[in-house]
């Protein structure tokens, strides 16, 4: 019974036929070109019989047969007549079953046809797909599910059912493979090219024989390319007739009535080659580049490259470095380098495992805010990182982290006068990469200076002389002073001492002291007050008389003092003066009695 094709699934069976094949296999070139593998996506079925020759599916048949009889079988049998010609003492013919939907390399049972093309196998009852599948021979293959021409489903009863196929002649290519070891057991295919595929998908294939035979057929007339594809040690690949890749490989072209042998290969010798285990570079967070470095290898060897992820190759990283995506956080890398050269063995070396990949933390600069003065608290402002993220402070003074400051506040010590400040945050996250930020520097610390409160020594006496001592401050502090008499400041007094004049009676006296020092804060210091400014209880006469506050003359021959009501006050000539007689008697004067 004959059903329509599903051709997409018949499709995708075929190529993951051809990635079975081929996917441990690089079709070499001769000199000079390198090794290429074959690329399984490529892999199409461009006309019946051709994709479906790939040898793999055929293997499979083989190596199944019937299922037991019993109950959920039946038998399915039948003819296959093969077309006039047709040497059957070459190659061998399969009637397969298969799940609706299998790929070819899983199928229920299978039966070898007969020389006479009768066959008989046992099937599970329900539905399947039959297929004919054939190797070394020249006919088109029949059914599903790698043929795109036609696929025969039927739902099998317990009755059994009867399945004859009549075949297409194939063209057929036959020939020997030479090599320098021994090839017997080895897996070394023949794979065909269409002429129009740019080398892109192999049309058949099939394996040599330990006798160094091989036959494909399973082609349609047209021509074509040959490759030999080598997984033996020491056996290189090669295009046929030695040509340096698939654009300049001689061309057969093939008739489907008339087999072409002859195509024959031997292959060249492979050497080791000469390798280094390659290393990582880079910082292993998403966004961040790594690099391959590949060590040493045999001179000209072409190196190509391949990334992976906890294993798992990379799609499209294929270059000697790799910027890292978002989809490899949490998993470790490797490179695998892969050298080939002409008449070398390829080779491949993959590299240690780096660090599982971080992700990178969302991380603004932090920002110090407060007053930049020795005793104020600076806060520092860190912005928005990541959530969940535990941040860490350390505080610096130049440059220099300061024991112990690692919250997110800082008292500035004096040490930090004049010179700026820092914070470094650290953010931590698990699954992320530690990220730490650097806030911009404070202006220079402005300094305390250590001002104590000045005194004044000396007498608040009219004549006197008071002095200044401003007590010890900040080295290098430079000093001022003002002087003031009941909090006001007295003209042009700004020495660090102070005469005392009549202006100045009857006022109490402070002397500010004001310090200076380049990166400190200016400071003032004022004194306590002196006792009330007064004249001095005695003084010596001016021009031959006593001041108007020292009224009291004093005759020091005769120690008598003389009040300016006295009668002798105005001829007597004085040589003390006192504010008081009480000051006289002091002094050792009396009273005169006239």
Same mark, same amino acid.
């Given at each position: 019974m004959?059903f329509?094709?599903?051709?997409?699934?018949l499709?995708?069976?075929?190529?993951?036929v051809?990635?079975a094949?081929l996917a441990?296999?690089f079709v070499?070139?001769a000199?000079p070109?390198?090794?290429? @593998?074959?690329p399984a996506?490529?892999v #199409?079925v461009?006309?019946?019989?051709i994709?479906?020759?790939?040898p793999?599916a055929?293997e499979a048949?083989a190596?199944?047969?019937s299922a037991e009889?019993?109950e959920g079988?039946?038998s399915?049998?039948?003819?296959i007549?093969?077309p006039d010609g047709i &040497?059957l003492?070459r =190659?061998r013919?399969?009637?397969?079953?298969?799940?609706?939907g299998a790929d070819?390399?899983?199928?229920?049972?299978s039966?070898?046809v007969a020389?006479?093309g009768?066959?008989?196998?046992?099937?599970?009852?329900? #539905?399947?797909?039959?297929?004919?599948?054939?190797e070394?021979?020249?006919?088109? &293959?029949?059914g599903?599910?790698?043929a795109?021409?036609?696929?025969d489903?039927?739902?099998l009863?317990?009755e059994g !059912?009867t399945?004859?196929?009549?075949l297409?002649?194939?063209?057929?290519?036959?020939?020997t493979v030479?090599a320098p070891? &021994?090839?017997?057991g080895?897996?070394?295919?023949?794979a065909?090219y269409?002429t129009d595929?740019?080398?892109?998908?192999a049309?058949?294939a099939?394996y040599?024989? #330990?006798?160094?035979t091989?036959?494909?057929?399973?082609?349609?007339?047209?021509?074509?390319? %040959?490759a030999?594809?080598?997984?033996?040690?020491g056996?290189?690949?090669?295009?046929w007739d030695?040509a340096?890749? *698939?654009?300049?490989?001689?061309?057969v +072209?093939?008739?489907?009535?008339?087999?072409?042998?002859?195509?024959d290969?031997?292959?060249?010798?492979l050497?080791l080659m #000469?390798?280094s285990?390659?290393t %990582?570079?880079?910082?292993?967070? +998403?966004?961040?580049t790594l690099?391959?470095a590949p060590?040493?290898w045999t001179?000209g060897?072409?190196l190509?490259?391949?990334w992976?992820?906890?294993?798992?190759?990379?799609?499209?990283?294929?270059?000697?470095?790799?910027?890292?995506p978002?989809?490899?956080?949490?998993?470790?890398i490797?490179?695998?380098?892969t050298?080939k050269k002409?008449s070398y *063995? @390829?080779?491949?070396?993959?590299? !240690? $495992?780096?660090?599982?990949?971080v992700?990178?933390?969302t991380a603004?600069?932090?920002?110090?805010?407060g007053?930049a003065?020795?005793g104020?608290?600076?806060?520092?402002?860190t912005?928005t990182?990541t959530?969940g993220?535990r941040?860490t402070?350390?505080w610096?003074?130049? =440059?220099?982290?300061v $024991?112990?400051?690692?919250a997110?506040? *800082?008292?500035?010590?004096a040490?930090?006068?004049?010179?700026?400040?820092t914070?470094?945050?650290?953010?931590s996250?698990v699954?992320?990469?530690?990220?730490?930020?650097?806030?911009k $520097?404070?202006a220079?610390v402005?300094?305390?200076l250590s001002?104590?409160?000045?005194?004044?020594?000396g007498?608040?006496i009219?004549?006197?002389k008071?002095?200044a001592v401003?007590?010890?401050?900040?080295s290098g502090?430079k000093?001022t002073?003002q002087w003031?008499r009941?909090?006001k400041? %007295?003209?042009?007094a700004t020495?660090s001492?102070?005469v005392?004049?009549?202006?100045?009676?009857k006022g109490?006296i402070?002397?500010?002291v004001? =310090?200076?020092k380049?990166g400190y804060?200016?400071?003032?210091?004022?004194s306590g007050?002196?006792a009330?400014v007064?004249y001095?209880?005695?003084t010596k006469p %001016?021009s031959?008389?006593?001041?108007?506050?020292?009224?009291?003359k004093g005759?020091?021959?005769?120690?008598i003092y003389h009040?300016p009501?006295?009668?002798?006050?105005?001829?007597?000539i @004085?040589?003390d003066? *006192?504010?008081?007689?009480?000051?006289a008697v002091?002094? =050792?004067y009396?009273?005169?009695r006239?």
């Amino acid at each position: 019974m004959a059903f329509a094709v599903q051709i997409r699934s018949l499709r995708a069976a075929a190529g993951a036929v051809a990635v079975a094949l081929l996917a441990s296999m690089f079709v070499a070139v001769a000199a000079p070109a390198v090794a290429s @593998p074959v690329p399984a996506a490529a892999v #199409d079925v461009a006309y019946t019989g051709i994709a479906d020759r790939l040898p793999l599916a055929l293997e499979a048949a083989a190596s199944l047969g019937s299922a037991e009889p019993g109950e959920g079988t039946a038998s399915v049998s039948g003819a296959i007549t093969f077309p006039d010609g047709i &040497d059957l003492t070459r =190659g061998r013919t399969f009637v397969v079953a298969y799940a609706p939907g299998a790929d070819a390399l899983s199928p229920l049972a299978s039966a070898a046809v007969a020389a006479d093309g009768r066959y008989m196998m046992n099937a599970p009852l329900g #539905d399947i797909v039959l297929g004919v599948l054939s190797e070394g021979r020249a006919v088109i &293959d029949h059914g599903a599910p790698l043929a795109a021409g036609g696929s025969d489903a039927l739902t099998l009863g317990a009755e059994g !059912a009867t399945y004859d196929v009549a075949l297409e002649q194939s063209a057929l290519i036959a020939g020997t493979v030479t090599a320098p070891v &021994d090839i017997s057991g080895q897996r070394v295919a023949v794979a065909v090219y269409p002429t129009d595929g740019a080398g892109a998908a192999a049309a058949a294939a099939n394996y040599v024989t #330990d006798a160094g035979t091989y036959t494909v057929g399973g082609l349609p007339a047209g021509s074509y390319r %040959i490759a030999f594809v080598s997984a033996a040690a020491g056996a290189a690949s090669e295009w046929w007739d030695d040509a340096p890749g *698939f654009a300049k490989a001689k061309v057969v +072209v093939l008739d489907a009535a008339v087999p072409l042998t002859g195509i024959d290969a031997k292959l060249e010798a492979l050497r080791l080659m #000469d390798t280094s285990v390659p290393t %990582i570079s880079g910082t292993t967070t +998403v966004g961040q580049t790594l690099k391959a470095a590949p060590g040493a290898w045999t001179a000209g060897a072409a190196l190509t490259y391949q990334w992976y992820a906890n294993g798992a190759a990379i799609a499209k990283a294929t270059a000697s470095s790799l910027v890292l995506p978002v989809a490899v956080a949490g998993k470790r890398i490797t490179v695998r380098v892969t050298g080939k050269k002409t008449s070398y *063995f @390829p080779t491949s070396v993959t590299s !240690a $495992a780096t660090a599982a990949v971080v992700r990178p933390l969302t991380a603004p600069v932090p920002a110090i805010t407060g007053t930049a003065t020795v005793g104020q608290t600076l806060k520092v402002k860190t912005g928005t990182w990541t959530a969940g993220t535990r941040l860490t402070y350390q505080w610096y003074i130049s =440059g220099v982290a300061v $024991a112990k400051a690692t919250a997110a506040s *800082f008292k500035i010590p004096a040490a930090a006068a004049v010179k700026p400040i820092t914070v470094v945050v650290t953010g931590s996250k698990v699954g992320y990469a530690t990220a730490t930020k650097r806030s911009k $520097a404070t202006a220079a610390v402005k300094g305390i200076l250590s001002a104590p409160v000045p005194r004044i020594t000396g007498s608040a006496i009219v004549g006197s002389k008071l002095t200044a001592v401003p007590n010890t401050w900040t080295s290098g502090t430079k000093l001022t002073y003002q002087w003031y008499r009941n909090g006001k400041a %007295i003209s042009r007094a700004t020495g660090s001492t102070l005469v005392v004049t009549a202006a100045l009676v009857k006022g109490s006296i402070t002397v500010r002291v004001t =310090g200076t020092k380049s990166g400190y804060i200016t400071t003032a210091r004022t004194s306590g007050k002196t006792a009330v400014v007064s004249y001095p209880a005695r003084t010596k006469p %001016i021009s031959k008389t006593c001041p108007a506050w020292a009224p009291i003359k004093g005759n020091a021959k005769s120690m008598i003092y003389h009040v300016p009501t006295g009668r002798s006050y105005k001829v007597t000539i @004085p040589e003390d003066c *006192f504010s008081t007689e009480s000051a006289a008697v002091r002094a =050792g004067y009396r009273k005169a009695r006239n």
